[in-house]
């Protein structure tokens, strides 16, 4: 198994940033990719942004040019910092990454985060 554990939701006033963070463990697994996904209340969950292992990333048009991806391999921990944040942004953001398992079978599976919140104020 895997688990990710979330932090740094919280309340900012619109314009303002946040770092989000969220660390993967599970001894027998390599982490593959890595994503941060939100849903806002009444929505689906949305990409927001997505980074490979090898580094290359993807954003969502709605973040593009707000939010940074990043990624430390060795901590197995990836990042999103957002700048500029709109009211639109709010809502419960999950970090999600494939899990490798290092021993036969090599199967890959999807995990999720339990979820921290993100709130922007007008």
């Known amino acids: 198994q895997v688990q990710l554990v979330e932090s740094g939701g919280g309340l900012v006033q619109t314009g303002g940033s946040l770092r989000l963070s969220c660390a993967a463990s599970?001894?027998?697994?390599?982490?593959?990719?890595m994503g941060w996904y939100r849903q806002a209340p009444g929505n689906q969950r949305e990409l927001v942004a997505r980074i490979a292992s090898s580094g290359s990333t993807y954003y969502a048009d709605s973040v593009a040019g707000r939010f940074t991806i990043s990624r430390d391999n060795a901590k197995s921990t990836v990042y999103l910092q957002m700048n500029r944040l709109k009211p639109e942004d709010t809502a419960v953001y999950f970090c999600n990454a494939d899990g490798v398992r290092l021993t036969p079978p090599m199967t890959t599976r999807n995990y999720w985060g339990q979820g921290t919140q993100v709130t922007v104020s007008s």
């Open positions: 599970g001894s027998m697994f390599r982490i593959g990719d």
